[in-house]
């Protein structure tokens, strides 16, 4: 399905939206985030993109698996706390973001299903927003499989007109909820089909970083495990660790127990983010550490994204946004590496 | 839709103290408050609750067949297992699983097997080397060489007095003691001292990663082939089932691929174990 929504009437769309959560862009001080939105009146979609993903929406920094508590009769009551079940809507998802959805997506229900996730996903609908220019100088989604305006991961992608919103339909979601704007949207006519086309394949020649022979990322990568190049790339690294707290992929995360040490078999056990780049991320009880170094923790970032999930799902676990290489304090540029990695001579 | 990071109650029955000391070492028997149905292999893992701690993979080292009981045998290191040791019988912890591939060991029938460990590293060969003691008929000749630092820490003293009608022992530990009659050096060295043969044989070998690498050459020098070799790796897991990203040998997951590992295999992949 396609329609076209004038910019005027978005929120009087959303307006009839009640029964979802609206997640959408919201600007607070000089930063966009995803929020959810109190007051549809207030949806803009005039933005570059968020700092942090809108994974957080479906897999959150923090999040109760279960309660426990230890009952009279000497048992364990074990109380499992499930996401709430209001359906939600995120506007305005670029296209790298949609696409690392669809890639946690693959992770969190290939095998055995995380079901919070799932129970997130299936009732969250993606309404994206198709890029004009790049959002940022280190953009590079078109060398890791996207486009500015690929539909992975979408239900409806968005592309800006102007004065309106041109909206295809990816998924049976996608043209459920383009049904709710029915009376508000039109027919395309010829000219926005054009015009939508148009902005579509200019926006691609605008990305600037482009990466070369990532057909061969993998086998280049696979040479160069015991080299240098890690010590060398590693060697600024702060262990800060927020190339993976804004990465919309990143996935990784660590499990404890919280308790008031006044009633310690009464608590939440609770999921947060980690991040391999921490040192204690991999290092065992015994102190043995695997990845004991900030070069085999760099090393297992780059090997993980472009080569380890490449062999077992065949694609990148990368979407290109580049928020990595714009918000590392050291200049540590994944790009850089990648582009090292494929010409490094051991 | 099953949650598998829901843990089931379980209700240990008995604690057996085999080791004393800074290196301490307890074994755990336990039953499911409720009937469950958790069926598991040779040589794979649970994770086991310490409510109000955390959570720590385990190796189940009871045996399949037995089924009254699961048992885990934990060396005292970090916060869980040090909560672990501090539990008593009829307190209550949870297990969820049971995780990992497992030993192969439909592939092992027929053949002799030579099982090396070293310290708690026999805990993750017991279910094994009990399945082949009970099933004597279907493999071959059945060998044990354990080891560890010293008399004390060696654990299930009495079962192995027991097993010794059943199938050869060779014990070793690391220093001279007045009353040890047995081998006295590294385990590796002991397999050297004992040459089982590589004939028709399969070798498994678990302990500390040092103990692990020259236990493969000895290995290797009599001629046993890396395919004939198995060993088990641990990493830090905190998932169980390849998502939270810390336990992989490059793109292999612990946890879901692993423990179990042929030498064979393993030399190929990273040394991030």
């Known amino acids: ?346 | 839709m099953k949650n598998e990071y829901i843990p089931k109650p379980a209700r240990i029955i008995s604690v057996k103290e085999e080791v004393d000391g800074q290196r301490a070492i307890k074994t755990f028997r336990t039953q499911f408050l409720e009937p469950d149905g958790f069926s598991y292999r040779c040589g794979q893992c649970a994770m086991l609750s310490v409510f109000g701690k955390g959570e720590s993979m385990i190796s189940i080292s009871s045996a399949p067949h037995i089924t009254d009981y699961l048992q885990f045998s934990v060396l005292k290191t970090g916060r869980v297992t040090t909560a672990l040791h501090d539990l008593e019988k009829d307190d209550v912890i949870g297990i969820r699983g049971p995780y990992g591939n497992g030993f192969p060991v439909e592939d092992w029938k027929g053949k002799n097997l030579v099982f090396v460990g070293g310290g708690i590293g026999l805990a993750p060969l017991w279910s094994i080397v009990h399945t082949a003691i009970e099933n004597k008929d279907e493999y071959g000749d059945v060998m044990l060489i354990y080891g560890a630092r010293s008399s004390n820490d060696i654990v299930y003293k009495d079962e192995l007095d027991g097993l010794k009608k059943k199938m050869t022992i060779h014990l070793s530990v690391d220093n001279e003691e007045p009353d040890w009659k047995e081998f006295v050096g590294f385990v590796p060295q002991n397999v050297m001292d004992k040459k089982p043969s590589p004939e028709n044989a399969i070798a498994i070998t678990c302990g500390p990663p040092v103990m692990i690498k020259f236990t493969i050459q000895s290995l290797n020098e009599l001629g046993f082939n890396d395919d004939q070799i198995y060993t088990t790796v641990e990493n830090k897991m905190k998932c169980g089932i390849g998502k939270c990203g810390r336990c992989n040998i490059g793109e292999h997951y612990v946890c879901k691929h692993g423990p179990v590992y042929s030498w064979e295999k393993l030399k190929t992949m990273p040394q991030e174990y």
Request: aromatic share 8%; hydrophobic share 30%.
């Open chain 1, 1 to 346: 399905m396609e329609k076209v929504l004038l910019k005027k009437d978005l929120n009087s769309w959303a307006g009839k939206l009640g029964s979802y959560d609206i997640y959408a862009p919201f600007k607070s001080g000089d930063v966009w985030g995803y929020e959810l939105m109190e007051n549809q009146a207030e949806i803009t979609l005039d933005y570059p993109n968020t700092a942090i993903p809108p994974k957080k929406i479906l897999f959150p920094q923090r999040e109760v698996l279960f309660e426990f508590e230890a009952t009279q009769e000497g048992g364990m009551e074990i109380r499992e706390v499930l996401p709430d079940d209001t359906p939600k809507i995120i506007f305005g998802v670029r296209s790298c973001d949609a696409r690392g959805l669809a890639k946690l997506g693959k992770i969190s229900q290939g095998g055995i299903e995380d079901v919070y996730f799932t129970r997130r996903r299936n009732q969250t609908v993606i309404a994206g927003l198709a890029c004009h220019n790049p959002p940022s100088p280190y953009c590079f989604c078109t060398s890791v499989g996207g486009s500015p305006h690929s539909l992975e991961g979408m239900d409806i992608l968005m592309t800006d007109l102007g004065d309106a919103y041109y909206l295809e339909s990816v998924t049976e979601e996608g043209v459920k909820l383009m049904g709710s704007a029915e009376g508000i949207v039109t027919d395309p006519d010829d000219k926005q089909k054009a015009d939508k086309e148009k902005i579509h394949s200019d926006s691609e020649k605008k990305i600037l970083l482009d990466i070369s022979d990532m057909e061969k990322i993998n086998e280049a990568l696979s040479e160069i495990f015991d080299t240098g190049l890690w010590d060398r790339e590693s060697l600024s690294c702060l262990r800060c660790g927020i190339c993976t707290f804004s990465c919309p992929v990143c996935h990784c995360f660590d499990v404890n127990d919280e308790i008031i040490r006044t009633h310690p078999l009464k608590g939440k056990r609770v999921r947060t983010w980690d991040n391999c780049q921490f040192p204690d991320f991999t290092m065992h009880s015994s102190g043995h550490n695997p990845r004991s170094d900030k070069a085999s923790r760099l090393r297992q970032r780059v090997m993980h994204k472009f080569r380890y999930f490449n062999e077992n799902c065949e694609e990148f676990l990368c979407t290109g946004c580049g928020r990595c290489i714009e918000k590392c304090p050291v200049g540590i540029d994944i790009v850089e590496v990648l582009e090292k990695a494929k010409t490094y001579e051991k």
